[in-house]
């Protein structure tokens, strides 16, 4: 709305095309997750950044795989995750498991979770869930998702994504 006194407006805004819409999200710094399942036969995972706190009471989270994910699907057919948030030093983790096709959890150190889903060691908190629903979004879907158990290390530092770049959290203060 243009100001009431001088009659301006904001500056001009871009125009929404992929590489515009990149660039001004990559603004808005989020952590980094890695989801995990377990089918019974082999791990799966992938790195998301997507992943929202939807609602406290029922607990949901939420987070957005792309409709060209191959874990995705698997990781569906499973129907209960584990969200690795990552610490500060797990970005060598962020990379590995945003590697389609490729070994990902070769040298990862894991446990199963209570609901089966991996457990990444060194982690900033580990969340799971169970898929309870899922809408389509353009080129990714949204998931969301119930939550079924929770802890967080409260000793270690957030991986943090900003602008396509990683680091960690310094300064600022927290509970
Ligand atoms: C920092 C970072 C954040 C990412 N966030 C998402 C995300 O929110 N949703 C998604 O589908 N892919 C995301 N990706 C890309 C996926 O990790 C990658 O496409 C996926 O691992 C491909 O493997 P897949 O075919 O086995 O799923 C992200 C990658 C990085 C490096």
């Not at 871009?14 to 990149?22: H, K, V």
């Not at 952590?31 to 939807?54: K, M, N």
């Not at 590995?96 to 908190?125: C, H, M, T, Y």
Request: with cysteine.
């Amino acid at each position: 709305m243009p100001n009431k006194a001088t009659g301006a407006q904001a500056g001009q805004l871009l125009t929404p095309l992929p590489p515009e819409m990149r660039r001004v999200l990559g603004h808005f710094c989020t952590g980094v997750a890695v989801i995990t399942a377990h089918d019974g036969q082999r791990p799966l995972g992938f790195t998301c950044q997507s992943v929202t706190s939807v609602s406290l009471d029922p607990p949901y989270i939420s987070f957005c795989p792309a409709i060209t994910s191959s874990s995705w699907p698997l990781i569906r057919q499973v129907g209960t995750v584990c969200v690795n948030i990552l610490s500060e030093q797990q970005d060598p983790l962020c990379a590995q498991f945003a590697v389609r096709g490729s070994d990902k959890f070769a040298g990862v150190i894991w446990l199963p979770g209570a609901n089966g889903a991996p457990a990444l060691e060194g982690v900033l908190a580990s969340i799971e869930a169970d898929v309870e629903f899922e809408h389509a979004a353009g080129d990714h879907t949204i998931v969301v998702a119930r939550v079924t158990g929770l802890k967080a290390h409260e000793k270690r530092g957030p991986l943090l994504f900003y602008r396509g770049g990683y680091g960690g959290f310094d300064g600022g203060r927290h509970a």
